[in-house]
């Protein structure tokens, strides 16, 4: 996107303050959550106004900014700069955030189960590298069951929300056309009926599938048309994570653990569920 090195503190600052809009009270008190996502909000797109007009008119430059400033719809039309910045603004969140939430938790579970890490050990250190593509991820089939059971247990957002296009009828409950209708989805992955003692972290419930996991279980990336486009990169990037950090740290001869006396992870949404910052994880003597 063009999003330099030496911003990413400013643009952390800036979305940490944004998505304090997610809040339903809207009442703009000086400091208060909505005036902080107001000014967020006015920072991000300012900043990716200016990130836009440099990009203009180079035709060396790659990437998604370049891809979205070269897209046409079926008329030949290109996209307004409102609808650059709306997408930039929402992939610069949705591809950093909930990813990196996800790897967060990923790593507290193997601090906290040296049994779950002597597995990763082992399958990472089979292949030669690291998974490039869908096929070299059946390589990793620990990683991924690891990767859809913290996703299953620590979903990054709680829930979703669409409005009606037609009258419909939920459980006996008329909901007219126009209505916004919550999904709640940090709550799928604890039906006892999709898992047996979900409360349980267990990625081999994940092992050994023929089928490919179903919309409820994926329910954390949307649905429908608007099933989220980076699906496929979150599964690739993570499952990556996964065998490279077990690579990495075994061949140093070193194992994860929280640090003692560090605070317990709990999962919980201000609005997105990463875990605690006191939550702490050192690298010891395997």
């Known amino acids: 996107m063009g999003i330099d090195r030496s911003e990413l503190d400013a643009f952390n600052q800036h979305y940490r303050d944004f998505v304090l809009g997610a809040f339903p009270v809207k009442i703009t008190v ?95 250190q089979a292949p030669s590298a690291l998974p490039q593509s869908p096929d070299e991820l059946k390589r990793h089939p620990f990683a991924e ?16 929300a669409r409005q009606l296009t037609e009258d419909v009828t939920l459980h006996g409950i008329p909901v007219p056309r ?3 209708v919550t999904v709640p989805l940090g709550t799928y992955g604890y039906d006892p009926k999709l898992f047996p003692d979900p409360e349980r972290l267990d990625p081999a419930r994940w092992m050994g599938r023929r089928q490919q996991p179903s919309p409820i279980e994926t329910a954390p990336f949307g649905g429908g048309p608007h099933f ?10 993570i499952v ?33 569920g990463q875990p605690p910052k006191k939550t702490l994880i050192e690298l010891v003597p395997a």
């Open 178 to 180: 126009g209505t916004m």
């Open 30 to 124: 000086p400091y208060g959550p909505y005036w902080r996502s107001l000014r967020g909000r006015k920072w991000l797109d300012a900043r990716f106004s200016q990130l836009i007009a440099a990009a203009r008119g180079r035709s060396d430059m790659q990437g998604t900014l370049a891809a979205l400033l070269a897209a046409r719809d079926e008329e030949g039309r290109e996209l307004t700069e409102a609808d650059l910045i709306q997408n930039l603004r929402l992939v610069a969140l949705a591809g950093h955030e909930t990813s990196a939430s996800v790897m967060a938790w990923a790593g507290i579970v193997l601090a906290q189960r040296p049994d779950l890490w002597r597995q990763l050990l082992e399958e990472s």
């Open 145 to 160: 069951a690891l990767f859809r059971e913290v996703l299953r247990l620590y979903p990054p957002l709680s829930a979703t």
């Open 228 to 237: 989220c486009l980076g699906y496929h990169l979150a599964w690739m990037e």
């Open 240 to 272: 990556q994570f996964l065998a490279g950090f077990a690579r990495e740290v075994g061949r140093r001869g070193l194992r994860p653990r929280l640090v003692m006396g560090s605070a317990p992870p709990k999962l919980r949404y201000l609005p997105f």
